[in-house]
């Protein structure tokens, strides 16, 4: 067997180097409640930690995201192949279990064993993979091809056969040595002075009373009392459930047993002389790849998991096309907040909710890089622009995306920065911490980069919000990256065209408008949340007047408040 089957296969990497990425801070994960996301690929609750750590470095590179996207694509293509991998992870923890009695054991024949017992689960490995690979052809991906290829590789290969063959004869050996008989010769005063082993034996005795003994049920195994368990534990008689008993043994009675078990590891030495050979002649067999592949494997099956189960939901999910970084471009069709809809999963018996959520169509083009979103409270701006930084993420990590369609370029620095609770430990108050956060990202953002803004400076007056915030704007058409500034400030919005004709810079301006629904009825125009986020003007006055109707504080609502209460005459018209 060949030694090349024990270099690493990695399929995070498509050449097996980590590259650096753009790399997510712990606010960043907090900012877009990634978290959530990352406890659902992780649906075993064993490698959430592994897994974060590759959404904290997400990659620029459009081969990786490519390499990552295609093994996703075969895994959802071939269902069989995606059991197959899933129950891999555990015969990958059992070797890993084994490996490590293997490595931290010095006695030969504990080594013989634990080495035994690892080749028997890499050849179970091997199998199982093998047979799905056969099974399920038709692969594009160059991550799961060189992973067939290699599992193909060593099943081919003669030394592996032959170790397949030999293996159930080995091992059937080993089972059988499960217990032995000793027999035990005593002087006139009835004390130990000899022992003899009579027998090996391929089943386990039983400890007991003499009076369980009196009533067993004949098994020969049975025995009449316990002799010994293990040196290093004390000896515990249980009486009842609540009375408990111990005993300690003499000197002269922990001498004997551990003669007599040095002894009898002399005679198992012996007995599994015939098998070391067989060991030590695939010695040079190293399993550090296949338990490298335990993350991998672990990320794909539980991505793969999460989009069934999202699409059982009635919510799409789709490959992302991937665009040139330079373009700065993003176009999503059908694009929603995953976070939201792990929230409303919980709130539909059946499972099928997907009508009940809202989703938007996205553009970042020529036409437009920065949005300036304004709407009603609960409008949905916040959902809005987290569904973007989430939908981004997901591309970079080389996941599908929660959209009908999507074409995305790759951004070389993700800035999500919603707003900021003020409290007690902040030296210069909420507008301090914000402007010194908006700084720090402008120190770090390219024009290839993507930032959130959710409500700056909203703790200051409306007019040194709207001047901070439209020179904000400003620096950021300059710079030409892609943003969402989600705002209170309808005046921001209102200047846009000022903004786009005076001030230097590729990425226009476009005023978006969330949460809008206009109906004409009886020649009034009312305003109510529809979630949807689209272009348009922002609508101030009759987000006002919606506000004001919901909470009964109209001027016509606040009159016949009045009125009611008899506190003031008011004339008839």
Known sequence: ???????????????????????????????????????????????????????????YDPETIKFRLDIIEDLLNNFELLLCLEESLSIIDDMRFVSG???????????????????????????????????????????????????????EDFDFKNLSEQLPKLQKGLDSISSVTIGINFDAQLNPVEAILVSINDKRFS????????????????GVSELYKNPEHVETVHISKNDTSTYDMSPEETELRRLLFRDLKKVLKNVLKPIQPMVERYSYLHFNWILSLETDIAFYVGAVKFIHKLRDWGMPMCRPTLLPSDERKAH????????????????YEDGKFGDHIVTNDV?????????????PNSGGKTTYAQAIGLTQVLMQAGLYVPCVEAEISPVDGLYPYFNVEENSNMETGRLGVESKKIGEIFQNATPNSLILLNESFSSTSPGESFYLMKDIVCALKLLGLRAVIATHLHELAES?????????????????????????EHKLTESNRSYKVTPGKPQGQSFARDIAQQYGISLKQLTQTIHERNLVTIPSE
Do not use: C, W
């Not at 999503?332 to 709130?347: D, E, I, P, V």
């Open 207 to 222: 400890g007991n009373s003499l009076l369980g003994k009196l009533f067993a049920s004949g098994n020969e195994y049975q």
């Open 496 to 520: 846009i065209n000022e903004i786009n004709s005076q001030q230097a810079g590729e990425s226009k301006l476009i005023s978006m408008v969330a949460g809008i629904k206009e109906e004409i």
């Open 101 to 155: 009695k293997y490595s931290s054991v010095s006695v030969d024949m504990l080594q013989t064993v634990s080495r035994l017992k690892e080749l028997g689960i890499y050849v179970d490995f091997v199998k199982q993979l093998r047979k799905a690979f056969t099974e399920k052809a038709h692969l594009k991906s160059e991550g799961l091809i060189r992973l067939r290829d290699r599992i193909i590789q060593i099943s």
């Open 332 to 347: 999503l069709k059908g694009n929603y907040n995953l976070n939201l809809a792990l929230r409303m999963s919980t709130r």
């Open 1 to 59: 067997m060949s030694l090349l089957t024990n270099e690493s296969i990695n399929l995070i990497f498509p050449h097996g180097i980590e590259m650096k990425g753009v790399r997510l801070t712990e606010q960043d994960f907090n900012e877009l409640e990634l978290n959530a996301i990352i406890h659902m690929i992780d649906n075993n609750r064993k490698h959430f930690n592994d897994i974060r750590n590759i959404f904290r470095q997400l990659s």
């Open 363 to 375: 553009i970042f083009n020529d036409h437009g890089r920065i949005f300036i979103l304004t709407g």
